[in-house]
């Protein structure tokens, strides 16, 4: 099948990206395309039918503060989130995603929405959004229906979506301001880096005691992204310190089920992981 026999429906708004949705659910759904274009282009990803939302940004473009709640729409681009404010203190690891996040021309298209559907290892905002515990929003043409973000990526480009449904915002409580946040990957070169590990953390520090930390990785097991709730448990509660910090690595190292492939070992990965661990806890017991 050659690109002339793609079928492409354009949506103009919301409503009628549903209607579409609804009525082609064979239809693969593309927002800004900076994942999908190059996997069709160069990878030979074959696809008959697309559903091209990139119009949708005039509705779905926004980042929006409910009392505590924040609201990020799904077309909102990482440059957008970038010169927001209103990630400002507690939230300071999303302008950290930012700044490692490819180069500028894909900044200016790569949506959020675009990347949590992609659901690889190499979406950055997937761990710092699983550490905010945030939901994703699912509508289709009978209604909304939000799920937790772990429930929605279930495995490497796994999402729990139905074929009739697209993801309108991801939404999250914002941290205390007595929280911190921070966020780090590691690849094999400085830009454009299509990370090995990565992980972010948001906890709070009460009298230098480790308060309601959540430490969230782009592989927990396999290559599936999730928390390291063993390591949270061990640090809940204690005082940070050298000791401590190098015995959390340890509990990082027990529970990652990682596997190896032809970026790196196994082990390799887990010994970055645990140098992000001992960096960020050591930034944050700073303060910064
Ligand atoms: C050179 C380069 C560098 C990159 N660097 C990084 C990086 O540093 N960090 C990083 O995390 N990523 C990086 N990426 C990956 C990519 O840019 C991101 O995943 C981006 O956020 C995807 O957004 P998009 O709008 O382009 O998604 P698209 O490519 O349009 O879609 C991606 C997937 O999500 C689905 N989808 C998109 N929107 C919706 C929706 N609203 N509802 C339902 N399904 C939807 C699509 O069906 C598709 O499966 C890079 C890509 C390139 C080419």
Same mark, same amino acid.
Do not use: W
């Given at each position: ?7 492409? &429906?354009?949506?103009? !708004? ?15 759904? @593309? ?18 039918? &697309?559903l091209d939302i990139s119009a949708l940004d005039k509705?779905?473009?926004y980042i929006n503060v409910d009392s505590n709640l ?20 507690? $939230? =300071? ?12 021309? &894909?900044?200016? %298209?790569?949506?959020?929405?675009? =990347?949590?559907? #992609?659901?690889?290892? !190499?979406?950055?905002?997937?761990? *710092?959004?699983?550490? $905010?515990?945030? #939901?994703? /929003?699912?509508? #289709? ?20 979506? +139905? ?30 880096? @299509? ?12 009298? %230098? %005691?480790? =308060? ?7 592989? /927990? !097991?396999?290559?599936?992204?999730? +928390? ?7 640090? =809940? ?18 529970? *990652?089920? $990682? ?21 960020? $806890?050591? +930034?944050? +017991?700073?303060?910064?």
């Amino acid at each position: 099948m050659g690109v002339e026999d793609l079928q492409i &429906i354009m949506a103009e !708004s919301l409503k009628s990206a549903l209607k579409e949705i609804s009525e082609n659910k064979d239809a693969t759904i @593309i927002a800004n395309g900076t994942d999908m274009m190059p996997r069709i282009r160069d990878e030979g990803l074959k696809v008959e039918k &697309i559903l091209d939302i990139s119009a949708l940004d005039k509705e779905l473009s926004y980042i929006n503060v409910d009392s505590n709640l924040i609201r990020i729409g799904a077309m909102t681009t990482v440059s957008e989130i970038g010169s927001s404010n209103v990630f400002n203190g507690s $939230l =300071n690891a999303f302008y950290e995603v930012v700044s490692k996040f490819g180069g500028p021309q &894909i900044r200016n %298209r790569a949506t959020i929405g675009g =990347n949590i559907c #992609s659901a690889t290892s !190499s979406e950055d905002f997937i761990p *710092l959004l699983m550490a $905010l515990d945030a #939901s994703v /929003v699912l509508q #289709s043409v009978n209604g909304k229906r939000t799920l937790k973000l772990n429930n929605f990526v279930i495995g490497k480009r796994s999402v729990n979506r +139905r074929n009739d449904e697209i993801m309108v915002e991801v939404q999250f409580s914002k941290p205390g301001d007595d929280y911190l946040s921070g966020f780090e990957k590691i690849g094999r070169r400085n830009i454009l880096i @299509i990370n090995l590990i990565n992980m972010a953390i948001v906890m709070s520090l009460k009298q %230098r %005691r480790v =308060n309601d930390v959540r430490i969230a990785l782009n592989r /927990v !097991s396999g290559k599936v992204p999730g +928390r390291a709730r063993l390591t949270e448990g061990f640090l =809940n509660g204690k005082e940070i310190d050298g000791n401590i910090i190098s015995s959390a690595r340890e509990k990082l190292a027990e529970e *990652l089920k $990682l596997s190896s492939d032809f970026r790196a070992s196994a082990d390799y990965r887990i010994h970055l992981a645990q140098a992000i661990l001992e960096k960020l $806890l050591n +930034r944050f +017991r700073e303060g910064v």
